[in-house]
């Protein structure tokens, strides 16, 4: 019997855990939005591989945007997507005022 990697069972267990929403296709960027920072594995939880920011790169807490961890998994991967330059398709913005209001904690989407 093959002894499986470390790192496919951390993929696998934050898969079951954050990435299921993400189906076969975008599992790592729900787990790269994963808000856990106490969990003992979400600095070595798989993470979108490409182009993600230096904020999310760094794999330390203290790097987030205030309010990271409060945000909906939507929100936070808008966020995440929009510091890679994929600007929200309807505002254009990608501010961190926008995503707090896409998960309805203040904020404007102006
Ligand atoms: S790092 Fe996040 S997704 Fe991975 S096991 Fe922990 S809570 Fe779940």
Do not use: Y
């Amino acid at each position: 019997m093959k002894m499986p990697s470390l790192r496919g069972a951390i993929d696998a267990k934050c898969r079951d855990c954050g990435g299921q929403e993400g189906g076969d296709r975008f599992w790592r960027l729900h787990t790269s939005a994963c808000p856990v920072t106490a969990c003992p594995l979400w600095n070595v939880r798989p993470i979108a591989s490409r182009n993600v920011p230096a904020w999310l790169a760094s794999r330390n807490p203290a790097d987030l945007p205030d309010g990271f961890a409060s945000l909906t998994t939507e929100a936070a991967i808008s966020l995440i997507r929009g510091a890679e330059g994929v600007m929200h398709p309807e505002t254009g913005d990608n501010s961190m005022k926008s995503a707090l209001a896409a998960s309805g904690q203040g904020g404007s989407a102006k």
